[in-house]
């Protein structure tokens, strides 16, 4: 994918006509693969899986099987769990959310804002789960080892 979101927008709007944009484009609308960019993300920020799914405080075979593609549709709690595991900036966390198929964080959202609020701080899970709790906020529901 080379064009950016905005040249994209850019040509649809003046696209004349529908399939001509669809087929001159079609390289840069592939399916995100998750898998692929967690994979990324691993060599990117010089982690092992075991530490992120570890940190990110699910259960090793669920995570594994995001890791390789098996498992495609997490959950948007999982994901965020993810991007603390990976110790993420937000922007970086809302690219990942994007990636799983997921909205993005949304500061007008109570939650939303103190997970934002977490990553921009480092907090581990516990930490942005107990902030959660203290705002009357649901915490982050995970798959954790037995």
Known sequence: M????????????????????LQKN????????LGLYLRTLLAEKHCKRAEVIR????????GYRLFDGSKTRPGR?????LAVGFKLTPDEADHLLKY????????RDRRDSILRFGLEKGYDLDTINETLTAYQCPELELVRDR
């Open 77 to 81: 709690d999982r994901v965020v769990a």
């Open 2 to 21: 080379s064009k950016s979101t905005e040249e994209l927008f850019h040509e649809l709007t003046a696209a004349g006509n529908l399939g001509d944009y």
């Open 100 to 107: 799983a198929g997921l909205r993005e964080l949304y500061p």
């Open 26 to 33: 079609a390289q840069e609308l592939q399916v995100p693969d």
């Open 55 to 62: 940190a990110a405080n699910l259960e090793m075979s669920y």
